[in-house]
C-alpha cells in the first residue's frame, strides 16, 4: 500500500499536498518557526492596523498580529480535528465490529437502532447540544460533540465491510482450520477494511475542521485563550466594517485548510480504490 | 363614562401600516440612502437584542426597557439630569411623618384597551409586584418598604411607608413604577408579556419574536401633541456590522443600547452626516471580587491591583478613547462629587502594597472570569496585572451563568455585566455595598459603609445625603472589593433628521417624542 | 412496501423520543444547568429563584418532567419557554416560515447553479473552461459557510452598498424586500451545495453517457446532442431529487449559522440562541421538530427511491 502512496505522491499535485500537509504539521508543532510575533503579545499603539509591511495580515482589537494568531491556531485545529477523527473512527469501528461480527442479531438490531438515532440529528444541532450539555469550557467536550455526529459513518461502513466479508470463503477456511475470531478479525477483515476508513478519515478531517470552527462561531466551541480560528471570525465579525482582516483572513485559512484535506482526501482514495467510494463528498 | 372606541380616529390601520413601510422600504431599493417609511412618519430604532418581555414587572430587562416607556408610562418619571417630571401623577407630597407619599393623578387617562386610569388601578399595581405569586423581581425594592396603599379618592393615592424612603420615587420611575392595565392583565394571563396594555403615547401593534416590536401612536394618549411620530419600529441586530449597514444604507434611523463597537462610534462621530448623542448619565465597570475569599480578603492585595491598572490605557484601546478612564463610583447627580477622582495609576505603590500583601509568598495564579464580549479587556488587565507581580488567568464565562455563579460564590474575581444607574443613589450602592444588600455578591462589610447608607436612605434632607452618599464612595473605593476603571455614557447614533430625542437618567432611551424630520 | 414504511416509522418514533429524553435528561443534570437566575435578571435574589425554580416545575426529578412533557406532547402542547412570554408551539410556528423560505431558496439557487455547471464541466472536461469551472466546484465544498456571509456582506453592503442589508419581512408583507434580505442568506447557505451538486451531476452525468442505451441510442443515429440532453441528462437527474432529500438535515444545520450570521428570524437562530440561555422548553421543542423533519425527509427519500428505480425491492 506505501509503494502506491509514494507513486502517487510523485506527481506534482502530489506533491504540492503533500507539502501543504507538511506546512500545516509544522505550523501546529513549531508555530515560532514561522512567525516572529507572539500571538499574545498585546500593543495598545497597534490596535486594528490594516495589513502592512510589519503585520501582513493586520493586527487585531489589542494588536495581536493576525497571522500570528492563525499560525499558532494551526495546533488547535488539527488536534481537534484529529482527537475527533480517531475517537469516531474507534467507536465507531467498534461498534461496527460488534454489530457485524460478534453480536447476535439482537445486538445489531440495537446497535443499529442506536445508529439510527444519532444520524436522526442534522450534525451541527447534534455537536451543539452536545457541547452546551458538557460545557464547553473543556476542549474534550468540543471533541465528543464533533466525534458523536461520525461514528455512524465508521459504523456502517465497518459493518457493511464485515457482513459482506464474514460469508466469503477465506474466512469459513480460516475457522474450520480452528482460528479465533479475533485472529480472523485482526487478520483478514480488518484489512479489508482498512482502506475504506483511510479514506473517510482524511475527508472526514475536513469536515471536522469546518464543524470545529462553526461551533466556536457560534460560542459553543474552543473557549480563549486556546486560538481557535472559528473563534477569531466570530470575535471579528463587529469589526467587519472596519477591520474586516480580522475575520476575513482566519476564514481564508479554514478554507485553505479544508481544501488541502479534501484535495490528500481525493488523492488518498484514487489510490488505494479508485472503483470504490463514490458518491457524495461528506464535508 | 361612556367607553371609547377602539380604533383610534385618523391613526393607521395595520394594513396601512404594513403597506407603509413596505411601500416606503420598496421605494427605496431604487436608491441608497433615500428615506424609507419616512412618508408614513414612523421612527425605525434598532438595539442590541430582541425584546424578551413587554411586561415591565416580570422579566423586562434592558433591551425592553426603551419600548416599556413607550407603551406604558410610570406616576413620574426622571429627565436625562435627574429631575422628576410628572407622568400619570399631576403632582406629590411627602407627609410631615415622612410615612406617607400622595400622588395626585393625572384625570380622564384611559388605558389602550379604554379602561380607565384611576387610583384603584396604582393601588393594584404595586399589589401585583408585592405578590410572590406574580414573581417580579422587582418584589424586594419595595418589601418591608411599602406596607400599605389608600385611595382616598378616584383621584389620590397614598403609600404608607414603614420608614422614611427618599429612594421611593427612584423606584417608581423604573419598571416597577409603569403602570399596566389589570384588565388586560386578568384577560391575558401569562401572554400578558407579548400583548401589552399601557396607557403610554404608543399602543402595542406586533411583536415578531426574534425581529422586531412595532408601535403605533396612541391617538387618545392625553399629551398627544408632543407626539410626532406616527409609529416605532423597534429591530434588533445580533452583530453590530449588521446594525453599521442599515444605519448607512437608511433603514435605520437610530441605532442605540449598546448599539456598536467603540470603532464605528468614532467614526459615526466623526461622519457630518450623522448624529451622535451621549447620555448624561454614566454606567461604570469594574473589576468585582469576593472578600471573604482567600487570597481576596487581604486589602493590601486588592488596593496592589487598584493602584495597578492603567486605566488610561485600557480607555484608549479597548474603548478607543471613548468615555472616561477613572477609579470611582458616582459620575454625576447630585451626589456625585466633582473634586473626587478615585486612585490613579501608580505602578510603585502597587508593587509596594503587593509586597505587603505577602503575595509573591504564594503566588497562586488567580483566574479572572470575563464574559465572551470582554475577553480583550480581560487580556489587558491581565497584562497590566502581571506587571505588578500577579499571575492572572483568564476563564472564559457565558453570560447566562455569571451572574448566578457570582451570587452564589462560585466565581471569586471577575468582570461583572453592568448595571444601569438609578435616579437615587441609593437603588445601586445599597443593593452591592451594603452588608445587608441582596446583590452584595462580594461580601462586602463595612459597618461605616453601612449606617452611613441606611442614614441616606432615612432622611429627606438632600445636603445631608449628598454628604453620606460621598463620604462612603471613598469608603468603598478604597476598601477595593470592586476597582474601578471606567465609565461611559450611552450613545445613540442618529440620522440628522432625527429629532426630539432624549435619555431618561437610566441610560433608557425615551423616544416617544423622538421624530424623523422629513 | 407499505409494510415497509410503516415498519421504519414505527422505529424511527421510538428513536426520536428516546432522543428527546436523552437531552431532556442531560439538559437538567447538565453543566450549570439551572436557567431561573440568569432569566431573571440582576433584580432577582436567591430566594425569588428559588421560588421560580418552583413555579417552572423544575425541582422536580427529572423523570417525573418528562413524563409531564410527554403528556402535554399529546396535547400538542410544548409547554412555554423560560425566557419568552410565549408558548414553543406559537414560537417554532412564528419562525418556521423564515428557516423553510431560507432552506428553499437556497435549494433552489444551487439546484440553477449546480445542474449547468455540472453539465458543462462534464461536457467541457478537457477545456481550460470546464478544468476551471471544475476546480472551482472543488474548493467550493470547502468554504466555510459563515466565512462565505460575512464576505458576502462586507462585499455588497459595506462596500459597494449594492443590496442593502435588508432587515428581513416576511413573503406576505413586502416580497420584494423580503427577497432583498434572503438573497445574501440564500447564497451563504447554497453555495456549498452547489459546488456538491454540481460535481454530482458532472460525474453522474458522465457515468450515464457510458451507459448501454446510450450507445443504442447512437448507434441508432440520432444526434449526438439529442443523446445527450435527452437520455443521459434525464438519468442523471433523477437521483438527484433523493440526494436533495438526503441533505436536507445539513441543511438545517447550516440554516443554524446562517440564520445568526444574517439575524434571521428563523428556527436556527432561535435554537441557537435558546441553547446558549438553557431555555429548555425551546430547546426540546426544537429538536423534536427538526429530527421530525429529518425522519419525514428520510421516508420520502425512500420513497422515491423506490418509486423511481423499481428495481429496489423491499422485504
Redesign the interface.
Known amino acids: 500500500m506505501l509503494r502506491r502512496f509514494a507513486h502517487r505522491f510523485a506527481t506534482p499535485t502530489g506533491r504540492f499536498f503533500g507539502a501543504a500537509v507538511f506546512v500545516l504539521i509544522l505550523a501546529a508543532c513549531v508555530p515560532q518557526l514561522l512567525t516572529p510575533y507572539d500571538p499574545?503579545a498585546?500593543q495598545?499603539s497597534a490596535?486594528?492596523e490594516a495589513p502592512n509591511w510589519s503585520h501582513v495580515l493586520g493586527t487585531?482589537?489589542?494588536?495581536k498580529d493576525v497571522l500570528s494568531q492563525i499560525v499558532y491556531g494551526t495546533r488547535t485545529t488539527l488536534l481537534v480535528g484529529a482527537s475527533a477523527v480517531v475517537a469516531s473512527l474507534i467507536v465507531g469501528t467498534v461498534m461496527g465490529l460488534v454489530a457485524g461480527f460478534w453480536g447476535g442479531r439482537a445486538i445489531d438490531e440495537a446497535l443499529m437502532?442506536v445508529i439510527?438515532?444519532l444520524q436522526?440529528?442534522?450534525?451541527?444541532?447534534l455537536a451543539?447540544?452536545i457541547v452546551?450539555?458538557?460545557?464547553p469550557?473543556r476542549l474534550v467536550s468540543v471533541v465528543i460533540a464533533l466525534a458523536v455526529g461520525r461514528v455512524p459513518a465508521y459504523a456502517r461502513l465497518v459493518r457493511g465491510r464485515v457482513l459482506a466479508l464474514r460469508e466469503a470463503e477465506f474466512v469459513a477456511a480460516a475457522r474450520s482450520l480452528g482460528a479465533s475470531v479475533n485472529r480472523v478479525l485482526i487478520r483478514h477483515v480488518l484489512p479489508q477494511t482498512s482502506d475504506v476508513i483511510v479514506v473517510r478519515s482524511v475527508i472526514g478531517l475536513?469536515g471536522v475542521i469546518?464543524g470545529e470552527?462553526?461551533l466556536s462561531?457560534?460560542?459553543?466551541g474552543v473557549?480563549?485563550?486556546t486560538p481557535s480560528w472559528g473563534r477569531m471570525?466570530r470575535?471579528g465579525?463587529?469589526?467587519?466594517?472596519?477591520?474586516?482582516w480580522v475575520?476575513?483572513a482566519p476564514?481564508?485559512a479554514?478554507?485553505l485548510t479544508?481544501?488541502v484535506f479534501?484535495?490528500l482526501g481525493d488523492i488518498v482514495r484514487d489510490t488505494l480504490d479508485p472503483r470504490v467510494l463514490?458518491g457524495?463528498?461528506a464535508? | 363614562m361612556g367607553t371609547r372606541p377602539r380604533r383610534a380616529r385618523g391613526g393607521v390601520t395595520r394594513r396601512q401600516l404594513l403597506a407603509a413601510a413596505g411601500g416606503g422600504v420598496a421605494a427605496a431599493m431604487l436608491g441608497p440612502g433615500r428615506a424609507r417609511a419616512q412618508e408614513a412618519g414612523f421612527l425605525r430604532v434598532a438595539r442590541g437584542a430582541d425584546a424578551r418581555s413587554l411586561d415591565p414587572h416580570i422579566n423586562a430587562r434592558l433591551y425592553d426597557r426603551p419600548v416599556c416607556y413607550t407603551l406604558y408610562e410610570p406616576l413620574l418619571d426622571a429627565d436625562a439630569h435627574g429631575n422628576f417630571i410628572p407622568k400619570l401623577a399631576t403632582s406629590w407630597e411627602v407627609g410631615s411623618t415622612g410615612l406617607v407619599i400622595t400622588f395626585h393623578l393625572r384625570p380622564n387617562v384611559v388605558f389602550h384597551d379604554g379602561t380607565p386610569f384611576t387610583a384603584d388601578v396604582v393601588k393594584w399595581n404595586m399589589e401585583r409586584i408585592l405578590d410572590p405569586a406574580t414573581g417580579s423581581e422587582h418584589r424586594t425594592r419595595f418589601e418591608g418598604i411599602v406596607q400599605g396603599i389608600q385611595t382616598p379618592d378616584k383621584y389620590t393615592v397614598q403609600y404608607y411607608l414603614t420608614r422614611p424612603y427618599p429612594p421611593f420615587f427612584s423606584e417608581m420611575t423604573d419598571r416597577p413604577g409603569l403602570m399596566v392595565s389589570p384588565a388586560a392583565v386578568q384577560k391575558y394571563g401569562k401572554d400578558f408579556g407579548r400583548n401589552p396594555v399601557g396607557t403610554g403615547p404608543f399602543r402595542f401593534q406586533e411583536w415578531v419574536l426574534g425581529n422586531r416590536v412595532v408601535v403605533q401612536r396612541n391617538e387618545q394618549y392625553w399629551n398627544r401633541a408632543k407626539i410626532q411620530s406616527t409609529g416605532i419600529i423597534f429591530t434588533d441586530f445580533e452583530e453590530p456590522a449588521v446594525a453599521d449597514a442599515r444605519l448607512r444604507g437608511g433603514e435605520l434611523d437610530l441605532v442605540t443600547i449598546e448599539g456598536l463597537p467603540a470603532d464605528d462610534l468614532l467614526a459615526f462621530q466623526k461622519d457630518p452626516t450623522y448624529r451622535v448623542i451621549q447620555s448624561p448619565a454614566y454606567r461604570w465597570e469594574a473589576i468585582e471580587m469576593k472578600v471573604d475569599t482567600p487570597p481576596f480578603d487581604n486589602l493590601a492585595l486588592r488596593q496592589a491591583m487598584m493602584y495597578g491598572l492603567n486605566r488610561q490605557q485600557i480607555r484608549d484601546v479597548i474603548y478607543r478613547g471613548f468615555g472616561q478612564a477613572t477609579g470611582k463610583i458616582f459620575h454625576e447627580g447630585w451626589w456625585a462629587d466633582p473634586s473626587y477622582n478615585g486612585p490613579a495609576f501608580d505602578l510603585t505603590m502597587a508593587r509596594q502594597k503587593l509586597k505587603e500583601s505577602d503575595y509573591a509568598a504564594r503566588p497562586v495564579p488567580l483566574t479572572l472570569y470575563v464574559l465572551e464580549s470582554d475577553v480583550p479587556l480581560g487580556e489587558m488587565v491581565q497584562a497590566q496585572l502581571q506587571a505588578v507581580g500577579f499571575t492572572i488567568n483568564i476563564r472564559l464565562v457565558s453570560e447566562r451563568d455569571q451572574y448566578p455563579m457570582v451570587l452564589q460564590g462560585q466565581i471569586p474575581f471577575t468582570i461583572p455585566a453592568d448595571w444601569t444607574p438609578r435616579v437615587d443613589p441609593h437603588g445601586l450602592a445599597y443593593i452591592l455595598w451594603d452588608s445587608k444588600g441582596y446583590a452584595n455578591s462580594s461580601h462586602y462589610k463595612n459597618p461605616q459603609v453601612d449606617k452611613l447608607l441606611d442614614d441616606a436612605a432615612a432622611t429627606y434632607d438632600r445636603a445631608a445625603r449628598t454628604k453620606a452618599y460621598r463620604e462612603a464612595e471613598r469608603l468603598i473605593v478604597n476598601d477595593a472589593s470592586y476597582i474601578f476603571y471606567y465609565a461611559s455614557p450611552d450613545p445613540a447614533i442618529m440620522r440628522p433628521q432625527v429629532q426630539g430625542f432624549t435619555y431618561g437618567f437610566d441610560l433608557i432611551p425615551r423616544v416617544s417624542e423622538t421624530w424623523v424630520k422629513s | 412496501m407499505w409494510r415497509y414504511m410503516v415498519r421504519r416509522l414505527l422505529v424511527l418514533i421510538p428513536t426520536v423520543f428516546a432522543v428527546t429524553l436523552g437531552i431532556f435528561v442531560l439538559m437538567r443534570t447538565a453543566v450549570g444547568g439551572d436557567p431561573t437566575l440568569y432569566l431573571m435578571g440582576h433584580e432577582a435574589t436567591l430566594a425569588q429563584a428559588a421560588a421560580a425554580r418552583a413555579r417552572l416545575g423544575l425541582n422536580q426529578p427529572v423523570f417525573v418532567q418528562y413524563v409531564d412533557w410527554l403528556g402535554r406532547l399529546g396535547a400538542l402542547d410544548l409547554g412555554r419557554s423560560f425566557d419568552y412570554p410565549i408558548d414553543v408551539r406559537s414560537a417554532l410556528a412564528g419562525r418556521i416560515p423564515a428557516t423553510l423560505e431560507l432552506t428553499a431558496l437556497s435549494t433552489f439557487l444551487a439546484l440553477c447553479v449546480a445542474v449547468p455547471a455540472g453539465i458543462f464541466t462534464a461536457i467541457a472536461r478537457h477545456t481550460r473552461a470546464g478544468r476551471a469551472l471544475s476546480a472551482v466546484t472543488v474548493a467550493g465544498i470547502c468554504v466555510p459557510n459563515f466565512w462565505l456571509g460575512m464576505l458576502l456582506i462586507y462585499l455588497f453592503s459595506v462596500k459597494l452598498h449594492w443590496m442593502e442589508h435588508s432587515a428581513y419581512v416576511s413573503v406576505g408583507e413586502n416580497w420584494r424586500q423580503n427577497l432583498v434580505s434572503m438573497i445574501l442568506p440564500a447564497i451563504s447557505l447554497g453555495a456549498w451545495y452547489s459546488a456538491a451538486w454540481a460535481r454530482y451531476v458532472r460525474s453522474a452525468f458522465l457515468d450515464a453517457l457510458d451507459g448501454d442505451y446510450i450507445r443504442v441510442a447512437r448507434a441508432k443515429g440520432l444526434l449526438e446532442r439529442t443523446v445527450v440532453y435527452k437520455h443521459a441528462l434525464r438519468n442523471a437527474m433523477i437521483p438527484l431529487v433523493t440526494i436533495i432529500g438526503e441533505n436536507i438535515p445539513f441543511m438545517l444545520a447550516g440554516a443554524v449559522i446562517v440564520e445568526v450570521v444574517f439575524s434571521l428570524p428563523g428556527l436556527g437562530r432561535l435554537f441557537s440562541d435558546a441553547i446558549q440561555s438553557r431555555d429548555y422548553p425551546i430547546v426540546q421543542g426544537t429538536v423534536l421538530l427538526l429530527t421530525g423533519v429529518v425522519v419525514l425527509s428520510n421516508l420520502t427519500v425512500d420513497l422515491t427511491y423506490g418509486v423511481l428505480d423499481p428495481r429496489i425491492k423491499y422485504d
Open positions: 499574545l498585546i495598545g490596535s486594528l487585531d482589537l489589542l494588536g437502532r439510527d438515532a436522526v440529528f442534522p450534525d451541527l444541532i451543539l447540544t452546551a450539555i458538557l460545557g469550557e475536513a469546518l470552527a462553526a462561531f457560534l460560542g459553543l473557549q480563549p485563550p471570525l470575535d465579525f463587529q469589526y467587519l466594517a472596519t477591520a474586516p475575520s476575513l476564514g481564508f479554514i478554507f479544508v481544501y479534501n484535495q463514490t457524495r463528498k464535508a
